[in-house]
């Protein structure tokens, strides 16, 4: 069974640079060709795409995120990362990591709490 | 870039039939798939490739898409069916780009 897991702070302060990280169990992120993608979602808003990254490393980006955002993959360690800079309160959210099945997103993980503030 | 419109919110006593749209431009063309959010859990795909259910969600989830409009249909309502639920489309018209609509919550009366 696919699982995957958000980790990161939960408190960040304005300006600075947001990294996340999910790890994926139950199966290699290099070996199948899937997407894996980051999507938030925002007090009182809906989901938002992030971007995101192919099983060959190519990636993809929200044009209005595009600026600020990298995803890239550690096949090592089996994980996937999201870094996000130049962080305002817009973008305390709740972050989920995820992959693709087709075009779906078939697989989450339960999401992390991300707040800036100072 | 493409664009997905939701009704915000659809009410529906227990038993009926929710009917919940998106539409889009020709989203008839695209695939569309449906996600079912409550409180404090993640997304759960209900409706993939417009009308395909994925293992273990009841055969009252249905979909179907045609011409500008995506339509997830719940028949015989329960109240565990309340949450928000999001249409979402994969768009490579320039680049390659995961489009979700705004959401639709749906009340059980």
């Known amino acids: 069974q696919l699982q995957l897991q958000e980790s990161g702070p939960g408190l960040v302060k304005p300006s600075e640079t947001l990294s996340l990280t999910c790890t994926v169990s139950?199966?290699?992120?290099?070996?199948?060709?899937?997407?894996w993608d980051w999507i938030r979602q925002s007090p009182g808003k809906g989901l938002e795409w992030i971007g995101s990254?192919?099983?060959?490393?190519?990636?993809h980006y929200n044009p209005s995120l595009k600026s600020r955002v990298a995803i890239s993959m550690d096949t090592s360690k089996n994980q996937f990362s999201l870094k996000l800079r130049s962080l305002t309160a817009a973008d305390t959210a709740v972050y989920y990591c995820?992959?693709?099945?087709?075009?779906?997103?078939?697989?989450w993980g339960q999401g992390t709490l991300v707040t800036v503030s100072s | 870039s493409y664009v997905l419109t939701q009704p915000p919110s659809v009410s529906v006593a227990p038993g009926q039939t929710a009917r919940l749209t998106c539409g889009g431009h020709?989203?008839?063309?695209?695939?569309v798939h449906w996600y079912q959010r409550k409180p404090g859990q993640a997304p759960v795909l209900v409706v993939y490739?417009?009308?395909d259910r994925p293992s273990g969600i009841p055969e009252r989830f249905s979909g179907s898409n045609s011409g500008n409009t995506a339509t997830l249909t719940i028949s015989r309502v329960e109240a565990g069916d309340e949450a928000d639920y999001y249409c979402?489309?994969?768009?490579?018209?320039?680049?390659?780009?995961?489009?979700f609509g705004g959401g639709t919550r749906l009340a059980v009366l």
């Open positions: 995820a992959r693709h099945l087709g075009y779906s997103l078939a697989y």
């Open positions: 139950g199966g290699s992120i290099a070996s199948s060709n899937y997407y």
């Open positions: 990254v192919y099983y060959s490393g190519n990636t």
């Open positions: 020709n989203i008839g063309n695209k695939r």
């Open positions: 490739d417009d009308r």
């Open positions: 979402q489309v994969w768009d490579s018209t320039n680049d390659h780009h995961v489009v």
